[in-house]
């Protein structure tokens, strides 16, 4: 089975940046799909942004242009880099990754203050 760690959360005031990044275990990692998803309490878990093995990627509309989702197939990595950061960016984001089965990270906390 696949190990996801993500890595990289923290404070930061509004309109900052932050990256994430996820580091991945196993021989899978260059042909599967990778997601970041976020969520808050009392909430379901949404997709932020995901990344097919060949480099594809889809964004929610709340962070498009502000978002930015990559991987080094090399390093078995992905990131995720966040810029403008807004409040309701507040989340704890999971690293996902796709293939015949499906894998979550622990989560790692992004808060975004005023």
């Known amino acids: 089975q696949v190990q996801l760690v993500e890595s990289g959360g923290g404070l930061v005031q509004s309109g900052g940046s932050l990256r994430l990044s996820c580091s991945a275990s196993?021989?899978?990692?260059?042909?599967?799909?990778m997601a970041w998803y976020r969520q808050t309490p009392g909430k379901q878990r949404e997709l932020v942004a995901m990344?097919?093995?060949?480099?594809?990627?889809n964004y929610a509309d709340s962070v498009k242009d502000r978002f930015t989702i990559s991987r080094d197939n090399s390093k078995n990595m992905v990131y995720l880099q966040m810029y403008n950061l807004e409040i309701e960016d507040t989340a704890v984001y999971y690293c996902?990754?796709?293939?015949?089965?499906?894998?979550w990270g622990k989560g790692t906390q992004v808060t975004v203050s005023s």
């Open positions: 196993g021989r899978i990692f260059s042909v599967a799909t």
């Open positions: 990344i097919t093995g060949g480099g594809s990627t």
């Open positions: 996902n990754l796709k293939w015949m089965y499906e894998a």
